[in-house]
């Protein structure tokens, strides 16, 4: 798996750091990925044969960020929300999401906010923030 993120120097430093404790306790992560466009296949958009819409194509490379830089994937609370074509997804989701918004408690007491999407009018191009 490409987790592209880990790959980045200035990302890898971080981790570095946060490991070391020298920038304290991380105690609240923002995380946004929202691009313009959206994939020009179709198959992107069918559930049988992507397995899953923005957060597998965009927001898990945030979650493993998240997880990664703060050294554990132990999570206590977690609440997703999927969406697409600004309706929410009921459960069981059964078709491709295109927003997905995300909180969780990592073991360590962090809090984490995520969200992702696909055709979102953000404006640019593309949305990547990552706040700790």
Known sequence: VDFS???LA???ALRERVQAGELGQVH???LTFHNAYGPDKPWFYDMAQSGGGCVMDLGIHLIDLAQWICGGAA???IDARLYAKG???PKPVGEVEDYASVQWRMHSGANVRMACSWRLPAGCDAV????F
Do not use: C, F, P, S
């Open 10 to 12: 200035g990302v890898a």
């Open 87 to 89: 309706r929410a997804l």
């Open 75 to 77: 999570v206590d609370q």
């Open 5 to 7: 993120y880990r790959h």
């Open 128 to 131: 990547i923030e990552a706040a």
């Open 28 to 30: 609240a992560i923002d």
